[in-house]
């Protein structure tokens, strides 16, 4: 069992940056992990996954080019870096862990995933 909990969120003007944190409970390097948002009114949609090995990422459209994931095995933790952020980026994130049967899978489906965080809010103002 993974316990996932997720920080760094807050309100930040159009053009700023965060930076989310994902801590686990346990040993995170079997785990290809995911980032997620949900805006009101809207479905969970996939940002951005990583590899249990790191060495493979992927982002949605939207996002690509502006966010970048990364994680530390050392610490169990992933990241989500934001940058040049819009309104549109408005959402609960949350993080998601599945046990990967190889250091290649990557998982774009919230179904994919076994295990979430409970999120955090990141506000973006025009």
């Known amino acids: 069992q993974v316990q996932l909990v997720e920080s760094g969120g807050g309100l930040v003007q159009a053009g700023g940056s965060l930076r989310l944190s994902c801590a686990a409970s346990?040993?995170?390097?079997?785990?290809?992990m995911g980032w997620f948002r949900q805006a009101p009114g809207k479905e969970r949609d996939f940002v951005a996954g990583i590899t249990s090995s790191g060495g493979r990422t992927d982002y949605s459209d939207s996002v690509k080019g502006r966010f970048s994931i990364s994680r530390d095995d050392a610490k169990n933790s992933v990241y989500l870096q934001m940058n040049n952020l819009e309104p549109e980026d408005t959402a609960v994130y949350y993080c998601a862990a599945v046990r990967a049967p190889s250091t290649i899978s990557l998982y774009r489906r919230t179904r994919s995933y076994d295990y979430w965080g409970q999120g955090t809010q990141v506000t973006v103002s025009s």
């Open positions: 346990g040993r995170t390097s079997s785990y290809a």
